[in-house]
């Protein structure tokens, strides 16, 4: 799952990143406005976690512009604008949620999960498919009850694929979602977390598909 956060203060969008890539999330962080209206011109994550006073442009005006772009996904305000009527005026122009600072980061990741299954891609905290068994809330896997040490790119990978099952999914696309701007990717690292994952499910849990990328069956092992 893909957050762009759009914050100013460097110390919280520090906190933020770290949390939310702690619990399984990929992150973007822009600290300007007008930067990150033109970010998602070309780039459209999941989830837009956006605060309101900004430099080069204000959030209200971000959001506003962000939808005039047909940008459809959840977006969440992040702000220290607690007045009801900020609240409406930023519902009014297309927020899916709106949580003023300070806030507890538990709650911030709990609004997450919410409108990550608002999209569709998570149903409820448990993503089980045969025996094995993810849990999105305490970051745990379990193969017929009997728990996995994954990483934590490794849980990234495989909650990418279950989330996704049926559909092939790319290395591009899988990189996306393990890794943020700037993080340094080495060519084969999607390949090697594969591996370490299948040595630890069952046979046949993560097939390859030829000249493609990887996928997850639903409701099936090897083919």
Same mark, same amino acid.
């Given at each position: 799952?893909?957050?762009?956060?759009?914050?100013?203060?460097?110390?919280?969008?520090?906190?933020?990143?770290?949390?939310?890539?702690?619990?399984?999330?990929?992150?973007?962080?822009?600290?300007?406005?007008?930067?990150?209206?033109?970010?998602?011109?070309?780039?459209?994550?999941?989830?837009?976690?956006?605060?309101?006073?900004?430099?080069?442009?204000?959030?209200?005006?971000?959001?506003?512009?962000?939808?005039?772009?047909?940008?459809?996904?959840?977006?969440? *305000?992040?702000?220290?604008?607690?007045?009801?009527?900020?609240?409406?005026?930023?519902?009014?122009?297309?927020?899916?949620?709106?949580?003023?600072?300070?806030?507890?980061?538990?709650?911030?990741?709990?609004?997450?999960?919410?409108?990550?299954?608002?999209?569709?891609?998570?149903?409820?905290?448990? *993503?089980? *498919?045969?025996?094995?068994?993810?849990?999105?809330?305490?970051?745990?896997?379990?193969?017929?009850?009997?728990?996995?040490?994954?990483?934590?790119?490794?849980?990234?990978?495989?909650?990418?694929?279950?989330?996704?099952?049926? !559909?092939?999914?790319?290395?591009? *696309?899988?990189?996306? !979602?393990?890794?943020?701007?700037?993080?340094?990717?080495?060519?084969?690292?999607?390949?090697?977390?594969?591996?370490?994952?299948?040595?630890?499910?069952?046979?046949?849990?993560?097939?390859?598909?030829?000249?493609?990328?990887?996928?997850? !069956?639903?409701?099936?092992?090897?083919?």
């Amino acid at each position: 799952m893909q957050v762009m956060l759009v914050e100013d203060n460097e110390m919280l969008a520090a906190a933020v990143v770290k949390a939310l890539r702690t619990a399984g999330f990929s992150v973007n962080h822009i600290s300007r406005g007008d930067q990150a209206l033109a970010a998602l011109k070309t780039s459209k994550p999941d989830i837009l976690v956006l605060d309101l006073g900004l430099p080069g442009m204000d959030g209200l005006e971000v959001l506003r512009g962000a939808r005039r772009q047909q940008f459809s996904n959840p977006v969440l *305000i992040l702000t220290a604008r607690d007045k009801t009527q900020d609240k409406v005026a930023g519902l009014d122009s297309g927020a899916d949620d709106y949580l003023a600072k300070p806030f507890e980061m538990d709650e911030l990741l709990a609004r997450l999960r919410a409108l990550e299954r608002r999209l569709g891609s998570v149903k409820s905290k448990n *993503i089980v *498919i045969d025996e094995v068994d993810l849990d999105t809330h305490s970051y745990e896997v379990s193969v017929a009850g009997e728990p996995l040490g994954l990483s934590r790119r490794e849980y990234m990978l495989l909650k990418a694929l279950m989330e996704s099952a049926g !559909k092939v999914q790319t290395r591009d *696309i899988l990189d996306s !979602k393990l890794y943020g701007w700037g993080e340094e990717v080495s060519s084969n690292t999607v390949e090697v977390h594969i591996h370490n994952l299948r040595k630890k499910l069952p046979a046949g849990f993560i097939q390859t598909v030829r000249g493609l990328g990887y996928v997850v !069956k639903k409701g099936g092992g090897a083919a």
